[in-house]
């Protein structure tokens, strides 16, 4: 039995993170993922402050971020771009974008929540997380 309550949805999000220098454990919010079931939905959104990000490591590749940033979306969005794994289901891709890693570009931990409509949930927590 799905968990539910009264006009609500089981979503799940994780917030996209710059980290330059892993081991210093320090990052950048830089964008969410929300994944919701019953909605069929799933996408990322971000936004990269590169003049933030520049003062916060000055000698990171910003292209490359865009890139791994561009990936994401593509994998999200589940196009062609996104590759094999952007051929995966709506679940399975989402894992497999919050899986742990251990790279500039990484997920904070998964949490989840109950929401009515889930873009104007993603667009929520990109206000409160990310800007």
């Known amino acids: 039995m799905k968990p539910k309550m ?3 949805h089981l979503f799940e999000y ?3 993170r710059v980290v330059p220098r892993v081991e210093r454990e ?3 919010n ?3 993922i929300l994944y919701c079931r019953d909605q069929k939905f799933l996408q990322s959104k971000c936004q990269l402050d590169e003049k933030r990000l520049a003062a916060f490591a000055k000698d990171i590749d910003i292209d490359e971020i865009k890139e791994s940033l561009k990936a994401f979306g593509q994998i999200s969005a589940g196009t062609r771009e996104g590759g094999p794994i ?4 709506s679940a399975s891709r989402f894992r497999w974008l919050t899986a742990t890693r251990s790279t500039v570009v990484q997920t904070s931990k998964v949490h989840p929540g109950f929401c009515e409509e889930a873009q104007v949930t ?3 927590l990109f ?3 990310v800007l």
């Open 122 to 124: 993603l667009e929520r």
């Open 30 to 32: 830089v964008g969410v």
């Open 6 to 8: 009264q006009g609500k």
């Open 14 to 16: 994780a917030v996209i």
């Open 127 to 129: 206000g409160e997380l």
């Open 26 to 28: 320090e990052f950048l």
């Open 86 to 89: 952007g051929k995966l289901d």
